[in-house]
């Protein structure tokens, strides 16, 4: 299990932040900061006002990958179907560019022998 006190703990040291700074960031008494560096779980909100003094998402060390999926599954799932939409539409396209460049050879042939046989008969 994590300890989000000590990884909070943690991060002021690494950020070379004082108690005093963090506790008015988070307007908190600096005795409430330490008893939050002692708890191996806080509220969501407060979670999130450190995540922000951090610049770190410390809900995931709450969440592993597997649990994000499982939550945001039906996102997920929309997302996926609407990218082999995307997928199918450019393969469409690509057919279609294909089919045209075709056509465009094909005429420029028939150009080609038009005006060749005009040529012919100027002679």
């Given at each position: 299990?994590?300890?989000?006190?000590?990884?909070?703990h943690q991060l002021v040291k690494?950020?070379?932040?004082?108690?005093?700074?963090?506790?008015?960031?988070?307007?908190?008494?600096?005795?409430?900061?330490?008893?939050?560096?002692?708890?191996?779980?806080?509220?969501?909100?407060?979670?999130?006002?450190?995540?922000?003094?951090?610049?770190?998402?410390?809900?995931?060390?709450?969440?592993?990958?597997?649990?994000?999926?499982?939550?945001?599954?039906?996102?997920?799932?929309?997302?996926?179907?609407?990218?082999?939409?995307?997928?199918?539409?450019?393969?469409?396209?690509?057919?279609?560019?294909?089919?045209?460049?075709?056509?465009?050879?094909?005429?420029?042939?028939?150009?080609?022998?038009?005006?060749?046989?005009?040529?012919?008969?100027?002679?």
């Open positions: 299990m994590i300890h989000i006190g000590e990884i909070i690494e950020k070379h932040l004082t108690a005093k700074e963090v506790a008015e960031y988070m307007n908190f008494t600096t005795s409430n900061l330490f008893a939050i560096y002692k708890k191996d779980e806080i509220d969501i909100f407060k979670l999130a006002r450190f995540s922000e003094l951090f610049n770190k998402n410390l809900l995931q060390y709450y969440i592993s990958k597997e649990a994000m999926k499982v939550i945001f599954q039906e996102e997920f799932a929309s997302y996926e179907s609407e990218l082999a939409e995307l997928r199918s539409s450019n393969l469409s396209k690509d057919e279609k560019i294909i089919m045209l460049n075709d056509t465009v050879a094909a005429l420029k042939t028939t150009v080609a022998l038009y005006e060749k046989q005009g040529s012919k008969g100027k002679k």
